[in-house]
């Protein structure tokens, strides 16, 4: 006689009890919600950076911004954990995926409050093709408020440390002696030779670029901290399949 376990286990093997083939059955550990939603994050930080390269007249300069770069990162971490939650892997590192958030948010912050505003004193306002508005509204608006939602909707808490906070810095630390030495680099007068008023030697010398290096950097760091400490409080919605346990996430260190 055949043993029913043994038999029901052969069967699982190839159909369900319908005769649906295993195959065409979603396993239990994939995500397919957050994996669409992460691809389409990645995509439209893509997008962005696509159509600013198209409306370039120089692509150098364009690759010399944070807001590139920093979408550049979120349009690899993104695809990265959407192939991950697709094919039910484990997580990405808290440490990766809060970085993409920490300077995607820098991105938008800085631009809707600072280089947006001119009462700043440090506003970058000019006219835009279409097609740079687009890119625009993409790279400042769209990846920064998606990557948020993404991190509240379909990321359990818990996962950042506060030793992330001081970690993550490490990029926006060493982009000012990048942003320094490239403008040292190009003769003066050149276009875009800083990329961001605030870090325009030629406007308000090395002592205030260091001024401004230093308010900006305790802005990050305290900004860095808030996603920490939010973090931790902000609530777990529990019983949904799509939304993502963080790997490593262990006490407030």
């Known amino acids: 006689m055949t043993d029913p376990t043994t038999l029901s286990a052969a069967r699982r093997g190839t159909s369900d009890a319908a005769g649906v083939p295993a195959s ?6 994939r995500r397919p919600f957050a994996a669409a939603f992460r691809a389409l994050v990645a995509l439209a930080a893509l997008t962005g950076i696509v159509l600013d390269t198209i409306d370039s007249d120089d692509v150098g ?3 010399s911004y944070f807001t590139i770069q920093s979408n550049i990162l979120v349009a690899v971490t993104f695809a990265w954990a959407a192939h ?9 590192s808290p440490r990766i995926t809060g ?19 001119d009462a700043s004193g440090f506003a970058m306002t000019s006219q835009r093709t279409p097609l ?28 950042f ?14 982009y000012l002696p990048f942003a320094l030495v490239r403008g040292l680099l190009l003769a003066p007068g050149t276009e875009g030779r800083y990329p961001y008023p605030f870090l325009d030697v030629d406007l308000h010398g090395y002592d205030g670029i260091a001024v401004n290096a230093v308010v900006f950097g305790l802005a990050f760091y305290v900004l ?4 920490v400490l939010l973090d931790r409080v902000r609530p777990h919605l ?4 799509n939304r993502i346990s963080p790997t490593g996430s262990g006490p407030l260190k």
């Open 224 to 227: 860095a901290l808030a996603l």
């Open 132 to 159: 740079e508005s687009i890119a625009n509204q993409l790279l400042h608006t769209v990846t920064p408020l998606a990557a948020a939602l993404d991190w509240l909707l379909l990321t359990a808490p818990a996962g």
């Open 99 to 117: 970085a993409a958030l920490l300077y995607i948010s820098i991105t938008g912050l800085v631009f809707h409050f600072v280089l947006s505003n």
């Open 24 to 29: 065409a059955v979603v396993p239990a550990g």
């Open 161 to 174: 440390l506060l030793r992330h906070a001081w970690q993550w810095l490490v990029y926006p630390l060493l």
């Open 84 to 92: 991950r939650a697709w094919t039910a892997r484990p997580a990405l």
């Open 61 to 63: 300069r364009l690759f």
């Open 238 to 241: 529990r019983g949904s399949r």
